[in-house]
C-alpha cells in the first residue's frame, strides 16, 4: 500500500473539508440574512411609528382648528344667551373621538407689552416674577420698543447690549409678539413662558378691560391705584390725633 506523503490530503479529507465550507457559508449566509431581517423589521416599526406621530399631529392640528372656529362662532352668535363670554370660561364641545376643551379670554384683558406705562409692567413683573429685578426688566421693555438710544434709569440701550456681550440691539419699535420678549435683555424663557399668558399685542387699545382680565393684572392695576378718599374728607382726629374738625373748617394747624 502507498502512504500519503506528509502534508498531503487523501479524497476523504478534501471531502470534509469541503463540507465544513459550505456548512460553514450556509450559516453566515443565514446570519445575514438574520440580521438584514432585524434591520428591516426595526425600520418598519420606525415608520410605523413615524406615521402614526404624524397622523396624530395631523388630527391635534384640526381638532385645535375646529375649536377655534367654534369659538368664532360662539363669540358672533346673535343670541345673548347662547353667545360664548370672553371670560376664560371652559367651553366643551362634542367631538368625535376626541373631547375638545375650548377658553376665550379678550386680549383686552392682558397688559399690552405696546402701551403699558413702565409702572404697570414694573408692578406686574414684581408680583410674578418676585425674585427678578422687576425695575430693571421693565425699563428694558420700555427701551426696547421707544425710538430712541437714550437708557431709562436701570434701563438697556445699545450700549448695556454690548456690555452683555450680545451682537444686537434694543429693535426701537414696538414688539411685533410676546414672544420677542425672549430677546429683550435680562429676559430668558423661563420668565417669558410666566408673563406670556398675561402679555398681549393686540389688544388694539391702551387701557386694561377690567371684566376679562386676569387675577395678577388686576392686582398689580391696584398697585398703581390710589385708594379713594373719604366723601367726607378727612376728619380732625385722622389729621391732628385730636377732635374731628367741624365741617366747613379748617384744622388749626400744629405747633
Avoid: C
Avoid at 16 to 44: I, K, P
Avoid at 154 to 174: C, H, I, S, T, V
Amino acid at each position: 500500500a502507498t502512504m500519503p506523503k506528509p502534508g498531503s490530503m487523501t479524497e476523504p479529507s478534501r471531502h470534509h473539508r469541503a463540507r465544513g465550507m459550505a456548512l460553514l457559508l450556509v450559516l453566515w449566509g443565514m446570519t445575514l440574512l438574520g440580521v438584514m431581517g432585524l434591520a428591516f423589521g426595526h425600520a418598519t416599526r420606525l415608520e410605523v411609528r413615524e406615521v402614526q406621530a404624524q397622523t396624530a399631529r395631523w388630527q391635534a392640528e384640526l381638532i385645535a382648528r375646529a375649536g377655534v372656529q367654534r369659538a368664532i362662532l360662539g363669540l358672533l352668535d346673535p343670541d345673548p344667551v347662547t353667545r360664548w363670554p370672553a371670560d376664560n370660561r371652559l367651553q366643551e364641545v362634542p367631538w368625535v373621538d376626541a373631547r375638545l376643551q375650548v377658553r376665550v379670554r379678550s386680549e383686552a384683558g392682558k397688559v399690552n407689552l405696546n402701551h403699558a406705562p413702565l409702572a404697570l409692567l414694573e408692578a406686574l413683573i414684581a408680583l410674578e416674577l418676585p425674585q427678578a429685578d422687576a425695575a430693571a426688566l421693565a425699563a428694558a421693555i420700555v427701551d426696547w420698543r421707544d425710538r430712541d438710544d437714550n437708557p431709562l434709569r436701570r434701563g438697556a440701550e445699545g450700549f448695556q447690549y454690548r456690555l452683555a456681550a450680545l451682537d444686537y440691539g434694543p429693535a426701537n419699535r414696538p414688539f411685533r409678539s410676546v414672544s420677542e420678549l425672549g430677546a429683550v435683555l435680562g429676559w430668558d424663557a423661563a420668565r417669558v413662558d410666566v408673563m406670556a399668558p398675561l402679555l398681549t399685542v393686540h389688544a388694539g387699545q391702551r387701557g386694561i378691560n377690567p371684566d376679562s382680565a386676569a387675577a395678577p393684572v388686576l392686582a398689580a392695576i391696584a398697585r398703581l391705584t390710589p385708594v379713594a378718599p373719604s366723601p367726607r374728607g378727612p376728619t380732625g382726629a385722622d389729621r391732628d390725633g385730636g377732635a374731628p374738625t367741624p365741617p366747613g373748617t379748617a384744622a388749626a394747624p400744629r405747633t
